[in-house]
């Protein structure tokens, strides 16, 4: 947790030596007021004591009560600001982090915890800090400074005092061990929590079309149940401290005048109205001590869990980078809109097995190089690795005559143009969505906005679309089809005018009237750019420049379409099994 403490600020460090001085203030006043008490019990019970006198000590207790008062909320004011200005700070560097993560160190922690670590991870310390800075550093200064001052009234009631504090203490230290180790399991439900109930959202409509809700409320129910049993179990546990805290409290109060009638009684006239002056002032000293201990108690309950979420929290921060940015900054490479893959081989960090072996291929500008393969061959991996979602494990990937290893990764990525397997979409407008991210020096304008959706064969939806370009985009693209979110996707990658377009099977979720006028468009508009194609369709990709065919990892075929139908027995199996003899013939 300590190292979480550093986020805090120069302001925030002078607010908190600023609540230090106020709480100490405070503190003095409220151990202040006792001595007035005592005061004002010794003139009730003196003959001959003026009213004014009574009455001046009357007043110095009020203006203690009201100075702690304003300090207090000062105070309360100061832990709200540092708390939430903390929370802001680690949130923040917490999804930058999470943003520059690889997509295997993703995986790591799933998309749920995740979630949990920055929002309710986060929340835990937030609250911790809130009245840590309030309770942690008052009840300490209070325990210690009420100790100094009824040390010399009389050892009986110190000793009285000692025992009780000894009790609370073996009390918070006994819950301590049996709450802590349950804290860890806390974090992991709520995980699991999220982690359903987020599945059962994405996945409502096939939820509902299998008649699934019983089985997801089953095991949601299974998920709740367990986290409501150990929070209950930790509540209750928590809850016998109270208890025990005030009949402590109230046992001490009665021992302390029991004891104090004792001495009285045994005390010389002269002594027993001192001695009744120091016994109300020490049991409210003594008061004070233990409530010390119940503040502290308070704060023994959040720091366990506290504790938990911060170290969750950095197992995130402290994870470290598989892929990191290289040197180069800026575009030095004559050999633009190149993609050369040299004896590439790859496997994932906790794999044994290489997924691609010894992959060796060079797609030159304004070339369509498409890849093809059966389902798990690695066509998605293999282009994941030339926007380094993924590094190679052996050989080079090489853009622009550049290993991508030595780019910056903002750099690599504003010369492509990626459409992913499964079209996402942002909560926003058609136009937002189709300009989204940073693209360097070159400006999305609104006319490259709507070239790219008509290249993209979307202008006729989006226009009957209400408010058309401005039109609302629901977050996952809810309110449009897999068609029209499909090809948003592509117009997204069409506005950035990048210098190699990735189309990862693109164009599955379009009919074939469609997707031949949009392949049509798209070689039009991008005859300068370099495009790799991932499809499953052969009519997709038969008209290709290269043809690139993967089986278990290997390539097993390189060459045109009427070339590998004569030299590639898997290529011309795959080919067909979508289109007849004829068909293919006549291609």
């Known amino acids: 947790m300590l190292k979480l403490f550093r986020s805090f600020n120069k302001k925030d460090i002078f607010f908190i030596v600023i609540a230090v001085i106020l709480i100490i203030v405070q503190v003095w006043l409220d151990l202040k007021m006792p001595d007035y008490m005592s005061q004002i019990t010794v003139l009730v019970q003196t003959e001959g004591s003026k009213m004014s006198d009574i009455i001046i000590n009357g007043v110095y207790m009020l203006l203690c009560a009201l100075g702690s008062l304003v300090s207090a909320i000062i105070v309360g004011y100061l832990a709200a600001n540092i708390s939430a200005s903390f929370s802001m700070k680690v949130r923040k560097k917490l999804f930058d982090k999470v943003e520059n993560l690889a997509v295997n160190e993703v995986k790591q922690f799933s998309t749920s915890s995740l979630i949990t670590r920055t929002t309710n991870d986060i929340t835990q310390i937030q609250m911790l800090i809130a009245m840590g800075l309030q309770m942690l550093i008052k009840a300490p200064i209070t325990a210690i400074w009420a100790i100094t001052k009824i040390l010399n009234k009389s050892w009986q009631w110190s000793a009285i005092t000692a025992v009780a504090v000894v009790i609370l203490l073996s009390v918070i230290g006994m819950i301590m061990i049996i709450v ?98 120091d016994m109300v002032v020490f049991s409210s000293y003594a008061m004070q001590v233990i409530m010390s201990f119940l503040m502290l108690a308070m704060i023994f309950m959040m720091v366990p869990r506290a504790g938990v979420s911060a170290n969750r929290i950095n197992e995130v921060l402290d994870t470290k980078l598989s892929i990191e940015d290289g040197n180069m900054d800026g575009d030095k490479s004559n050999k633009n809109g190149t993609v050369e893959f040299k004896n590439v081989s790859f496997k994932y960090p906790d794999a044994e097995e290489y997924l691609l072996k010894n992959i060796t291929f060079k797609a030159n500008k304004g070339e369509t190089v498409a890849i093809i393969g059966s389902t798990g061959s690695g066509k998605t991996t293999l282009i994941n690795l030339i926007p380094r979602f993924y590094d190679v494990t052996d050989g080079e990937v090489i853009v622009d005559g550049v290993n991508v290893k030595e780019y910056k990764q903002n750099i690599l990525r504003n010369k492509i143009g990626y459409v992913s397997q499964k079209s ?21 304008t609104k006319e490259k906005i709507k070239k790219a959706i008509n290249v993209a064969q979307a ?34 990658a069409i506005a950035r005018d990048p ?12 009919d074939y009237k469609t997707d031949s006028l949009l392949r049509h468009e798209l070689k039009k508009y991008t005859k300068n750019a370099t495009s790799i194609i991932v499809a499953q369709r052969i009519g997709t990709i038969m008209n290709s420049d290269k043809i690139i065919v993967l089986e278990d990892g290997k390539c097993v075929g390189i060459g045109k379409h009427k070339d590998l139908l004569d030299n590639c027995e898997v290529y011309k199996e795959i080919a067909l099994s979508q289109l007849s003899k004829e068909e293919l013939e006549n291609a």
């Open 180 to 277: 802590i180790p349950r804290f860890k399991k806390v974090q992991k439900l709520v995980d699991r929590i999220n982690n359903v109930t987020r599945e059962n959202i994405t996945g409502i409509r096939v939820v509902r079309a299998f008649n699934a809700e019983k089985y997801q409320t089953e095991k949601f129910e299974e998920a709740n149940t367990g986290l409501t049993k150990l929070l209950l179990f930790n509540q209750k546990t928590f809850s016998i401290m109270s208890p025990v805290m005030y009949l402590t409290m109230y046992f001490l109060t009665l021992a302390i005048y029991f004891v104090g009638a004792y001495l009285i009684k045994g005390a010389l006239m002269s002594e027993k109205l001192i001695l009744f002056g």
């Open 424 to 444: 996402i979409m942002f909560d926003g407008t058609v136009s937002s969505n189709v300009s989204y991210g940073d693209n360097g020096k070159k400006e999305v």
């Open 499 to 510: 210098e190699i377009y990735i189309f990862d099977d693109s164009f599955s979720a379009l």
């Open 459 to 492: 202008t006729d939806f989006v226009e009957n679309m209400e408010n058309g370009y401005d039109a609302h985009i629901a977050q996952g693209g809810t309110n449009i089809s897999g068609g029209q979110k499909q090809r948003l996707s592509i117009a997204r």
